[in-house]
């Protein structure tokens, strides 16, 4: 992100690929070879290698959210764990963790969280055999929006006009600053450019967030756009925004049509 200068974004709202979840697995190995070859291995060193080359591949870009921040600027990481059989064994990898040690690192101090939980049609849906114990695992219905603050609070002037109009309702305070959110259903997964799949987030995650952590006339960015719901929201909100998208197939262009004032910068991935 070198042509974004210290200092000059108020708020990141984004959401990585998260690893261990097949769909990235093609990215992953992609970024960093030696992944391709661990993720098929049964040896459990190997396979707890390939999930720390994942999550070290998302590091840098992080390091350069902090970077590119305001004092007090905001980092919203929405990240779900993930569930999947390897080597002999089942087991969970808790992407949420590991992401809050990176932010962690690079020198954010963590907020509290919201956990997304997805309205779901199939309650009963649950990996395990009838109504034996003790096998069964406990569904994952929900994903985390992991909220991280560079230094102290945000500085303003006094009476700032742009803040006073950027203000929330009683109501939508309530809901917001409420740790679970359960009334948002996921986005239609519908393809881009023959992607196989967008992994888009619903635009009311990044409205919210945007409206709840910056102010109007701020700039907003996402170091990882997909089909480009963090820039949308933000011309919907009245904020700029930058957004970064390895993948030129994946950005939703006719969705962004009516977009001002959007920056994109657009990095080849290397077959
Ligand atoms: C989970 S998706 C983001 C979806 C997005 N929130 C949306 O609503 O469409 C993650 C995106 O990050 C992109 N990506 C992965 N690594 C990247 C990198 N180093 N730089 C830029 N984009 C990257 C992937 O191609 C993918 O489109």
Known sequence: ??????????LVVTSPPYPMIEMWDGLFSMKDPAVKELIRSDVEEEIAEAYDRMHLILYPVIRECYRVLIEGGICCVNIGDAVRSMGDRFRLFANHSRMITTLESVGFSMLPYILWKKPTNKPNAFLGSGFLPTNAYVTLDCEFILIARKGGVRQFRQKDEN????SYTKEE?????????????????STVNNSSRSAAYPIEIPIRLIRMFSVLGDTVLDPFLGTGTTVLAASKTGRNSVGFEIDRDAINWDSLSDVKGLELACDELEE
């Open 163 to 166: 803040r006073y109009r950027s």
């Open 1 to 10: 992100m070198n042509e974004i200068g210290e200092k000059s974004i108020q």
């Open 173 to 189: 305070r309530d809901k917001w600053f409420s740790q679970i959110w359960n009334d948002i259903p996921g986005a239609s997964q």
